[in-house]
C-alpha cells in the first residue's frame, strides 16, 4: 500500500493549490481517504474525508468552505482543492487511508503560505 502527494508549493495568502495523493497497492474504490496537515510544533489535524464512491464528504470547520476534496477512481487519486489559502494554512500536508486496520500515510507535500 503507497500514498504519494504531490502539489505542494508556496502561495500567496489569498491564493489557492490543488493537492494530489496517488495511491496504489490495494483496490483504491472501496476505501474512505482522508486528508490531514501537521503544522511545525502542532498536532496532525484532520482536515477532510471522502467515502469510496465519492458520494459524502465531510470537512473540519477551519477549511469548510474553502478546501474540497473529490477522487477520481479511475486514476486512483484522491485530490484537495485548497482556495482563499491563509498563513495559518502553512504545514504538511498527508493523504491517509486506513486498509484492513492497516493506517497508511504518505511522506506528505509542504505548502507554504506567504507574501
Known sequence: VRLVESGGGLVQPGGSLRLSCAASGFTFSIYDMRWFRQAPGKEREFLAHVTGNGDSTNYA???RGRFTIS????????YLQMNSLKSEDTAVYYCNVDVLENDVWGQGTQVTVSS
Request: charged content about 25%; hydrophobic content about 25%.
Open 61 to 63: 470547520g477551519s477549511v
Open 71 to 78: 477522487r477520481d477512481n479511475a486514476k486512483n487519486t484522491v
